[in-house]
């Protein structure tokens, strides 16, 4: 078997129009506490994505120490982050929720009740174990559900991104993308009817259910804090879905793309476009978050979904230190000893 070209979710993109406010409400709420950069600039490749013009943006990049992805919180500063102009149902075009992972789903249920002031669904049964649903202040759906891999738990209720819920317009199309993007991926169950864990305003809605796992590998410097890879895809049976994105710009209010980390950007752009599934953005070279760095590249799913790759180059470890590493000289296939990972959380934000 080839060695993976993808470690796991580095991180889930979210738009919002206060970057400050919205990564205080995932550290209080759901413990994303650990800054790997925050910086202010312009994006000049994101074009194609933003009207043809360049605009600025404000990006903070926050990780959850229990393991799994993190969140690139993001927000335009060039205008106003724009909102969906309708509400986004499940099944719409598009990542519909973020997958966080929990070690115990019942204490997890707990704390988001009572730390959060936005409703927070029952426990249910999902159609492998059990989890629930919720909505941050904005409107965005998450859900909270239980996964093997963790890089440790002391102290969390919640852990970070386990993975995502998508929205199809063809599950079989969909399932092809991402097993030629992610390779080796299993497909845990393949599912069709009405979904009573689904939170959803249309009951009796039937839908096709899909969940993709790719299983932790010792793969990638973060391979240890990121963990499982979940991918749910979804699709409305008995309706016509629309576009989470249509006519809103990349960045703009809601998940905006789906990143995972690259180990071998070159190979992999070589073997997803051989498959019909070019890059649309590609920095090439190397570019710089604030203290990180490393090669980003772009491409859609069948229905339009951004997925970002990076492929890390420099990475702070304890900032305050002025303490980095550099990947490249390292090897990105190496994984990070734990201790090394551990030090990352000394930087973490404490709320007063």
Not at 8 to 35: A, H, M, S
Not at 261 to 290: H, N, R, V, W
């Amino acid at each position: 078997m080839s060695a993976p070209l993808i470690s796991g979710i580095q991180q889930v993109g979210i738009g919002c129009q206060n970057v400050p406010e919205t990564w205080k409400w995932y550290r209080q709420v759901l413990g994303f506490d650990v800054p790997v950069f925050d910086e202010k600039a312009d994006a000049p490749l994101m074009t194609p994505y933003t009207g043809g013009k360049v605009h600025s943006r404000q990006a903070a990049l926050a990780i959850n120490m229990a393991g799994g992805g993190g969140l690139e919180i993001w927000s335009f500063t060039s205008r106003v982050s724009q909102p969906a102009n309708f509400k986004v149902e499940i099944g719409d075009l598009g990542i519909n929720a973020i997958r966080f992972k929990a070690p115990d789903v019942k204490k997890a249920h707990e704390w988001v009740k009572s730390h959060s002031r936005e409703a927070t669904g029952p426990l249910v049964k999902l159609p492998e174990g059990e989890g629930f649903w919720g909505t941050d202040p904005y409107g965005n759906t998450f859900q909270i559900t239980s996964d093997a891999t963790w890089f440790q738990t002391k102290g969390k209720h919640v852990g970070g991104v386990a993975g995502v819920v998508v929205g199809v317009s063809d599950v079989d199309k969909s399932i092809v993308f991402y097993q030629n993007l992610l390779q080796p991926l299993e497909l845990v169950y393949d599912k069709t009817g009405v979904f009573e864990d689904l939170p959803t305003s249309i009951p009796g809605q039937r839908f096709r259910r899909a969940l993709l796992r790719k299983k932790f590998t010792p793969d990638g410097a973060f391979s240890r804090l990121l963990g499982d890879v979940q991918i749910e895809l979804v699709q409305a049976l008995d309706r016509t879905p629309k576009k989470i994105f249509e006519n809103r710009y990349w960045g703009d209010c809601g998940y905006i793309h789906l990143c995972f980390d690259t180990l071998d950007m070159d190979t992999l752009k070589t073997k997803l476009q051989a498959q019909g599934y070019p890059f649309t953005i590609d920095s090439e070279s190397s570019f710089g978050m604030e203290n990180a760095a490393g090669r980003f590249a772009y491409l859609e799913d069948p229905d339009g979904t951004l997925i970002e790759l990076v492929e890390t180059h420099k990475v702070p470890i304890l900032k305050k230190l002025g303490w980095f590493m550099d990947l490249q000289k390292r090897g990105l296939r190496k994984p990070l000893p734990n201790w090394m990972l551990k030090a990352m959380g000394l930087g973490k934000v404490k709320d007063k």
